[in-house]
């Protein structure tokens, strides 16, 4: 059962009323109403036209989400501003206790915003509950963050002098987020920011935003100042807003390689800290001595869980040559067993993609493989899903004997595709992995220390997996990316965040005897 979003006032979440704005209703029969920005505490309409919130298995409008004006914007960063300069003060003891009370509010409401998230993105249910997990993990290792941020001290660094290193917020940051992970990614950055004494302004994907929207009533109700953490929804117009105010310090991305890097341009340009993780390309490895069933198993899971949308999605599968056709009969059978459908039934394991545009793209690069002379192995086009005509569903397709110049194993897909790429050996294995212009994740299955060894030394990628299908990171260690992957020089996640969201002053310290 849903709990109520946007309207009713819940007891034990003890919110607080404004004037200009009372939160929508949320029950479990969408639609819903308008998606609102949370500003200086309080839930307000965005100034202008947006844009509906579709479920993408039934094509069916859920929400309305309104753009955010420049003068939301403004709103937003000044309300920070006021809220920094008391927050940057307050003992981080203090400034960890509503990460503890967001962190229990989380894993009280999992089930609630897996079901949200669900119906507004397309995904399982099971994918949504893992995606929660993510981000709550993050929220766990941020309250650690008295013991990151202590940066630093030495004695007698010169005759009768002492030096500390003291780390310092910088005022108010922003983080503009994906369709593809609405729950997690925002916990990437929000509980670091705040942690380590900043501000801090989220603005979703106009989407899949209902789920950032419960996101933010949890916060409201943990205990953080108003105007300290907030909510701007948007589009092009609000994310340039964000990048061009002069009262933001930093900014966050995940998206797209192209879009990545204008952010990256943008925001370096106009003075700001900025870490823009970007597209991928990622790559399999299987060898001679691998577990066949276990790396087919994986590689499946791999390329086509959350409908292949994610950007650790590794699909494109190098082979060594003497069980590539065993090895490609197992991907098959593997990929065929999958279920493709509503993503909260329970037997459903690949769910819709998030748009019909997006949905007609990967069709798209299918009919690009096939044109440029990949075998297709296994088609996935016919993907309809009984009861929902409306859906954007794609089953998994497999292409065999890919050549690495194909566009299917240059560019990214973000579908549920995958291409197999027969190579001699483990060194022509890494050198079609590093020919690619990305390096955010690849994996390696084999029974082989040395064949490791090699790849986990000369892989040129950020995220590096063995005999795991996916190589993500435990949230107290950074998701690295490589290349066109990522743009800046601190990840998201862990101890890089420490780094991203302070500076250093270093005070020397000299008490010249009487």
């Not at 994907?205 to 933010?216: I, K, T, Y």
């Not at 953080?224 to 907030?230: E, I, K, M, S």
């Not at 609000?238 to 879009?259: C, K, Q, R, Y």
């Not at 065929?336 to 819709?352: F, H, N, P, R």
Request: glycine fraction near 10%; proline fraction near 5%; charged fraction near 25%.
């Amino acid at each position: 059962m849903f709990y109520l979003l946007f309207g009713k006032c819940r007891k034990d979440l003890l919110r607080r009323e404004h004037s200009f704005g009372r939160p929508m209703t949320l029950d479990a029969s969408p639609p819903w109403d308008d998606v609102q920005n949370y500003i200086d505490g309080g839930w307000r309409t965005p100034s202008g036209d947006g844009q509906d919130v579709v479920n993408p298995a039934t094509g069916e409008a859920i929400s309305y989400v309104g753009f955010s004006s420049e003068d939301d914007v403004n709103a937003a960063v000044h309300a920070g501003q006021e809220a920094f300069e008391a927050w940057s003060e307050t003992p981080i003891e203090e400034r960890i206790q509503p990460l503890f009370e967001l962190k229990q509010s989380l894993e009280d409401h999992q089930d609630e915003l897996a079901e949200i998230l669900v119906r507004e993105h397309g995904k399982t249910f099971a994918e949504a509950k893992g995606e929660l997990r993510r981000g709550i993990e993050n929220v766990e290792v941020a309250c650690g963050t008295p013991s990151m941020m202590q940066a630093g001290h030495l004695p007698n660094a010169a005759p009768e002098i002492d030096e500390t290193a003291v780390r310092k917020p910088l005022g108010v940051f922003t983080a503009i987020t994906p369709f593809n992970f609405p729950g997690m990614i925002p916990l990437w950055f929000l509980p670091y920011a705040v942690a380590t004494g900043n501000a801090f302004i989220l603005k979703p994907s106009e989407q899949d935003p209902v789920v950032a929207q419960r996101l933010f009533e949890l916060i409201d109700a943990a205990g953080f100042p108003d105007g300290l953490v907030q909510l701007v929804n948007g589009s092009v117009d609000t994310v340039n807003a964000l990048l061009d105010h002069d009262g933001i310090e930093g900014v966050s991305f995940v998206g797209s390689t192209p879009v990545a890097k204008t952010i990256y341009e943008r925001a370096a340009a106009n003075g700001k800290r900025v870490q823009a993780q970007g597209g991928a390309k990622n790559h399999i490895i299987v060898t001679e001595t691998a577990d066949l069933d276990f790396a087919a198993k994986k590689t499946v899971s791999s390329a086509c869980a959350c409908g292949g949308e994610r950007c650790l999605a590794n699909d494109v599968v190098v082979v060594e040559e003497g069980i590539y056709d065993e090895f490609a009969s197992r991907v098959i059978e593997e990929s065929k067993a999958q279920t493709v459908g509503y993503g909260l039934d329970s037997e459903t394991d690949i769910g819709a993609l998030i748009t019909p545009e997006h949905e007609s793209r990967v069709r798209d690069m299918i009919a690009t493989g096939i044109d440029e002379g990949a075998e297709l192995l296994l088609d996935g086009r016919d993907g309809a899903v009984d009861g929902y005509e409306n859906g954007n569903f794609l089953a998994p397709t497999v292409f065999g004997d890919v050549a690495p110049e194909m566009t299917v194993a240059r560019e990214e897909i973000f579908g549920p595709v995958l291409g197999l790429v027969p190579v001699e050996n483990v060194d022509e294995a890494i050198e079609v992995l590093n020919r690619s212009d990305f390096g955010n994740a690849a994996s390696l299955f084999t029974g082989s220390g040395a064949d490791a060894r090699a790849v986990r030394h000369r892989a040129d990628v950020g995220n590096l997996g063995v005999n795991t299908g996916t190589a993500a990171p435990m949230a107290f260690f950074h998701f690295g990316g490589r290349k066109a992957s990522f743009f800046g020089d601190l990840h998201a996640q862990g101890e890089d965040m420490i780094h991203f969201y302070t500076d250093k002053t270093i005070y020397i310290e000299r008490w010249p005897s009487a």
